[in-house]
T-cell receptor
Framework: EPEVTQTPSHQVTQMGQEVILRCVPISNHLYFYWYRQILGQKVEFLVSFYNNEISEKSEIFDDQFSVERPDGSNFTLKIRSTKLEDSAMYFC??????????????FGEGSWLTVV | GENVEQHPSTLSVQEGDSAVIKCTYSDSASNYFPWYKQELGKGPQLIIDIRSNVGEKKDQRIAVTLNKTAKHFSLHITETQPEDSAVYFCAASNTNAGKSTFGDGTTLTVKP
């Protein structure tokens, strides 16, 4: 069964450092998302991406965050200058349909980011 | 924006019993309601979803009901098994937007 894959599974980084989290969405999907989950809390939307541009972003997704689809298969989330409160599990997701047809999204296994 | 509340936060049932998890949402424009199961260390996995033009949907032991007037929807798991133990999240979205708003999650424990 096709799946969303993410790397790395776990990364530890120093506060202030840049981090890039990588994702390979399901191959025929056109809509891509990043969500995060702070330990023990709910899953929170960060950003959606379609046709090489951001469709929607949350208030969490401030100027230190950026997303990119550098080639036909990868989708990346960059955190420019990490803060302690960025420690969380980051989930990439994709869907083959977007608004208004429906958005059943499929999640990857997550990248656990620890900022020290 | 949308706000989703989920209850209970923890639920413990005996194997074979039924489990019910309830969610309410605030945005009347929401029209798509997925349920996810998350096992420890893994990403959320879609288990069932319902759209606003349907009141109930069933898939084997899992069913979801939706009351648009009251803005609430529920997950029903019958004949629970220990492997159903996980965290379950409800979510709500407007299919004219690109994001889902999640509930806080329910930790379901099924005791053998």
């Amino acid at each position: 069964e096709p799946e969303v894959t993410q790397t790395p599974s776990h990364q530890v980084t120093q506060m202030g450092q840049e981090v890039i989290l990588r994702c390979v969405p399901i191959s025929n999907h056109l809509y891509f998302y990043w969500y995060r989950q702070i330990l023990g809390q709910k899953v929170e939307f960060l950003v959606s991406f379609y046709n090489n541009e951001i469709s929607e972003k949350s208030e969490i997704f401030d100027d230190q965050f950026s997303v990119e689809r550098p080639d036909g298969s990868n989708f990346t989330l960059k955190i420019r200058s990490t803060k302690l409160e960025d420690s969380a599990m980051y989930f990439c997701a994709s869907s083959d349909q977007g608004p208004p047809s429906g958005n059943t999204i499929y999640f990857g296994e997550g990248s656990w980011l620890t900022v020290v | 924006g949308e706000n989703v509340e989920q209850h209970p936060s923890t639920l413990s049932v005996q194997e074979g019993d039924s489990a019910v998890i309830k969610c309410t949402y605030s945005d009347s424009a929401s029209n798509y309601f997925p349920w996810y199961k998350q096992e420890l260390g893994k990403g959320p996995q879609l288990i069932i979803d319902i759209r606003s033009n349907v009141g109930e949907k069933k898939d084997q032991r899992i069913a979801v009901t939706l009351n648009k007037t009251a803005k609430h929807f529920s997950l029903h798991i019958t004949e629970t098994q220990p492997e159903d133990s996980a965290v379950y999240f409800c979510a709500a979205s407007n299919t004219n937007a690109g994001k889902s708003t999640f509930g806080d999650g329910t930790t379901l424990t099924v005791k053998p």
